[in-house]
């Protein structure tokens, strides 16, 4: 399984915004149960786009300002940025063929 790696608020930019591949962001904290839902179904999602969208994880406990700046009310929610901008956004459990047909729809 490809594990998405971390990022932070200090690495965001250059993980996220300055990304040459489109990236998935998965907002989530430790204490969140559906966030735990969600992990494995975003790590086979890596393994099938891996060399083609980038997938990182962002502990909002950790890094409370990337959260602040897009609004995350509710975790887990996943944004998919483009180009340093935001294309998609899922917020709460989805099956994985839902999140999918959300990634080819922003990365198309």
């Not at 300055?18 to 904290?29: H, I, K, N, R, Y």
């Not at 998609?88 to 999140?99: A, E, H, T, W, Y």
Request: charged share 25%; net charge negative.
């Amino acid at each position: 399984m490809t594990k998405p790696a971390d990022t932070t608020d200090n690495t965001f930019e250059s993980d996220v915004l300055q990304s040459e591949l489109p990236v998935l962001v998965d907002f989530w904290a430790p204490w969140c149960g559906p966030c735990r839902m969600v992990a494995p179904v975003v790590e086979e999602l890596a393994d099938d786009y891996d060399g083609q969208v980038k997938f990182v994880k962002l502990n909002t406990d950790e890094n409370p300002l990337v959260a602040g700046k897009y609004g995350i009310r509710s975790i887990p929610t996943l944004l998919i940025f483009k180009g340093g901008e935001q294309v998609g956004q899922v917020v709460g459990f989805r099956p994985k063929s839902d999140l999918e047909s959300h990634l080819k729809e922003a990365i198309a």
